[in-house]
């Protein structure tokens, strides 16, 4: 009985010992928090025959995977005459350089043909025009999806690369994670 | 004599009807009615892929769903352009599951694919800030949502397929030579 009474007084004892910690750990408020903001430029087709919905699609996704995921305390769209007051304004220059339009029908039927890439050149400058930034980033649907999900995937991508590298609260940046190309 | 007289009142009660009927289809000419579309990205007050009904009156540019309704002004968009396209007849959630249908099963229904018609504006916001929405509605409709934006105020860098036509007869037929 006595034995019981010890194991289950040194049990307690234990689970309190080990919640500490856990109340310790509590998720403090982040304290970087984020100044820059970033202008995003419309999406330039350059000599690739890019279809409308795609640019606009690209665009799109751009603006609200970096309000997202960007770090950035404001992100202003091309041309928003707000982004002049702006104190350390970023831009960003996006040129498509490779463009190669799949078919969902294609995918579902043979699930390794008909994939969908985008590649676009993306280009960071700071207010006086000096180039920050410089990568290749390329959108891809290869499974499941319609086209215009590879937009999508740009966009995720290049918030990362802009969150990862140029934002405040900027991490060390791993090519392999955000599937992008240095190209300085 | 009465069968003379039963023709002259059909006539007349016929003639009555077309009367009272064209009035009333006048204006649905010159201002195209609600069209069923999904905005499928773009407009601030609504979510992706959204269903609702797409419609140009009083100058502007309306997008009507189950719980919001957004106005673009015609005279703020600055490109309109339409595409054709298709997609799959069971999309979604439900489509994606489909796949995994056994012996082909979900291949087969990949096949069942139906054709729409895209509609790409680009826009600017009351502060400059460049906005740019797709929509996929029935096959057709695109080019008449395009036309009633043109008249309203909207620009496009592709002149629509009816103004093409009136403008030059030999470049529409260039036109259909390259296709």
Known sequence: ?184 | MKFKRFILWSLLLSLGTFVSVSPAQQPAATTPASIEAVQVIGLACVKQNTKGNLKVESGSLTFASSKNTCQVPAASIQDVVTAADSQRVIGGTVGTISRLAPYGGGTALSLLRSKVDIITIQYRDPNGGLHGAIFTMPVGAAESIKEALLAQGAHTSIPSQAKLTSDSPLQSEAMEQTN
């Open chain 1, 1 to 184: 009985m006595k034995t019981i009474k010890r194991a289950t007084i040194l049990c307690i004892f234990i689970a309190r010992l080990s919640a500490v910690p856990a109340l310790c750990e509590q998720p403090h408020p982040s304290t970087g928090s984020p100044a820059a903001a970033i202008e995003v430029q419309m999406i330039q087709p350059g000599e690739i025959n890019l279809p409308a919905e795609f640019q606009v699609a690209l665009y799109e996704n751009l603006v609200q995977e970096l309000q997202k995921k960007g770090g950035f305390s404001q992100v202003y769209r091309d041309g928003d005459r707000n982004a002049a007051g702006a104190f350390d304004l970023i831009t960003l220059h996006t040129t498509v350089t490779g463009f190669k339009q799949g078919s969902e029908l294609k995918r579902d039927v043979t699930t390794v043909g008909g994939a969908t890439s985008i590649t676009i050149h993306c280009q960071f400058t700071d207010k006086e025009g000096k180039v920050l930034l410089e990568r290749d980033i390329t959108g891809k649907v290869k499974l499941i999806g319609d086209n215009l999900r590879a937009t999508d995937d740009f966009a995720k991508k290049a918030a990362t690369v802009a969150q990862e590298t140029l934002s405040p609260d900027s991490t060390s940046a791993d090519p392999k994670k955000s599937g992008y190309k240095n190209v300085i």
